[in-house]
């Protein structure tokens, strides 16, 4: 699969873009700072989401590209990995 038709990473950025289109509309609404912040820092949180999953499935696709089918334990192994870099 490329990452032009991953779903779930399209997805993830598109409730990112909207997200940050109504955070622009809050400035503009002259809200709180506060508020503004929080919702920035969510923003920041669901791009930073999306950036794993990207970085996993390149190394998804290039493992299977030079091994062939990962067999169960592998890919196993490999939502391992990813689930350690969520601390990166």
Same mark, same amino acid.
């Given at each position: 699969?490329?990452? =032009?038709?991953?779903?779930? /990473?399209?997805?993830?950025? %598109? &409730?990112?873009?909207? *997200?940050?289109?109504?955070?622009?509309?809050?400035?503009?609404?002259?809200?709180?700072?506060?508020?503004?912040?929080?919702?920035?820092? =969510?923003?920041?949180?669901? /791009?930073?989401?999306?950036? %794993? &999953?990207?970085?996993? *499935?390149?190394?998804?696709?290039?493992?299977?590209?030079?091994?062939?089918?990962?067999?169960?334990?592998?890919?196993?192994?490999?939502?391992?990995?990813?689930?350690?870099?969520?601390?990166?």
């Amino acid at each position: 699969m490329s990452h =032009a038709t991953d779903k779930d /990473l399209t997805n993830r950025l %598109k &409730r990112a873009n909207g *997200h940050l289109a109504s955070i622009i509309a809050m400035i503009e609404d002259n809200r709180s700072a506060l508020d503004v912040a929080q919702q920035l820092a =969510a923003v920041v949180a669901a /791009l930073d989401k999306a950036k %794993k &999953r990207l970085v996993a *499935h390149h190394i998804e696709h290039h493992l299977t590209d030079t091994l062939g089918e990962l067999t169960p334990e592998l890919r196993e192994k490999l939502a391992q990995l990813s689930e350690l870099a969520k601390y990166l």
